[in-house]
């Protein structure tokens, strides 16, 4: 009798864990098939926990536009586009009319801001990493594609796959 339940018992086990026979879905189901993303486009692959405090409290307006936000205002963010931008920092401003919120991926925000009724031909998209205290601002005008870096060693490369693939969509409308 009491081999009789042992062996009960080792068969329920068996069932319930999997067996190898042919006839077992279970051993055949793969529990990563849901996991399509490869994990280097995923957003813990692009969050870092150290923040540079420069860009950091731009995290809390992640969902707010720029007029929103106050983005002109912030003295050491105009700082360093200025520096960045030169005298193209006073056109970005007299164009970014239509804005879209600050979106964030990882560590890295981006929102972007164009002419009024004229999206297509005059576009300003600005990139920000948090951990690196990197900028990059591009425009995207009808004629040509400008970017502005910070060149320390690198730039934001390789960009989060959301934000590349945005941006990549509005090169192509231009």
């Known amino acids: 009798m009491t081999r009789l339940i042992l062996s009960l018992a080792s068969l329920s086990l068996l069932v ?5 026979s042919s006839t077992s879905t279970a051993s055949k189901t793969n529990v990563n098939a849901a996991n399509k993303i490869p994990y280097a486009n995923t957003e813990n692959a692009y969050s870092l926990a150290q923040r540079v405090v420069e860009f950091a409290p731009l995290e809390d307006f992640v969902g707010k536009t720029a007029s929103e936000m106050k983005l002109w205002e912030m003295k050491d963010i105009v700082v360093s586009i200025r520096q960045l931008m030169g005298p193209e920092y ?7 009319n239509t804005e879209t919120p600050m979106k964030k991926f990882g560590d890295v925000l981006m929102l972007s801001g164009c002419e009024r ?3 297509v ?3 300003y998209v600005i990139i920000m990493s948090l951990s690196e205290g990197l900028l990059s601002i591009v425009h995207i005008d009808k004629a040509s594609i400008r970017e502005w870096q910070v060149r320390r060693p690198y730039s934001i490369q ?3 796959p959301p934000f590349k693939e945005e941006l990549e969509e509005m090169k192509l409308r231009n």
């Open 90 to 96: 006073s056109t970005m401003v007299k164009f970014w």
């Open 158 to 160: 390789p960009l989060p």
């Open 117 to 119: 009724d004229n999206c």
């Open 16 to 20: 319930a864990c999997g067996s190898n």
């Open 121 to 123: 031909d005059n576009r």
